[in-house]
């Protein structure tokens, strides 16, 4: 069965540094997407990216967060200067055109 | 925006039980999933269940849209069922709303 492919599985940062979480969607799918997960909360939305475009953000995704689509494989999520309330399980998950969302196993990111 | 409320948040079985989990929406939604979260923190997606029943072997999720609810039924649980039990949905678009999570523990 198709699936989606996260890397790295754990990153461990020290607050100020620059991290990118690697994202391989299901290779006909369209639509992309990141969530994220603080230990013990819901899985919340961060942002959706279609036809090379973010087409929806959450008020989590701020001016920290960007994501790129650098070629026609990747979805990348970086954070430019973490925080300590940034560590959290990150998730990608992309859908084709029935928004049926795969999620991938997650990078648990860990700031220090 | 959507509202997602789960119940029971906590749920123990003694394995070989049955169990019902719910979801209740707070507005119409056109997509609606189910995903089990494992020990290692993955999330499986259990049903795509906008309306409908559907059966996967011990699972089985009906929605009923008209009334804004869904339920999971898992029955004769075994103890790799453990986890959290989400449910998530969305109007016409990917943003996923989840709720808080059912943890379900099932006991040897």
């Known amino acids: 069965e198709p699936e989606v492919t996260q890397t790295p599985s754990h990153q461990v940062t020290q607050m100020g540094q620059e991290v990118i979480l690697r994202c391989v969607p299901i290779s006909n799918h369209l639509y992309f997407y990141w969530y994220r997960q603080i230990l013990g909360q819901k899985v919340e939305f961060l942002v959706s990216f279609y036809n090379n475009e973010i087409s929806e953000k959450s008020e989590i995704f701020d001016d920290q967060f960007s994501v790129e689509r650098p070629d026609g494989s990747n979805f990348t999520l970086k954070i430019r200067s973490t925080k300590l309330e940034d560590s959290a399980m990150y998730f990608c998950?992309?859908?084709?055109?029935?928004?049926?969302?795969?999620f991938g196993a997650g990078s648990r990111l860990t700031v220090l | 925006g959507i509202q997602v409320e789960q119940s029971p948040p906590d749920l123990i079985l003694q394995e070989g039980a049955n169990s019902t989990l719910r979801c209740n929406f707070s507005?119409?939604?056109?997509?609606l999933q189910w995903f089990h979260q494992n020990p290692w923190g993955q999330l499986i997606n259990l049903f795509y269940?906008?309306?409908g029943t559907k059966q996967n072997g011990r699972l089985s999720a009906t929605t009923v849209a008209t009334e804004r609810y869904s339920l999971l039924y898992i029955s004769s649980s075994q103890t790799t069922d453990s986890g959290v039990y989400f449910c998530a949905g969305s109007g016409n678009t990917g943003k996923l709303i989840f709720g808080q999570g059912t943890t379900l523990q099932v006991k040897p």
């Open positions: 269940i906008p309306s």
């Open positions: 507005d119409s939604v056109n997509n």
């Open positions: 998950a992309s859908s084709d055109r029935a928004n049926v969302l795969t």
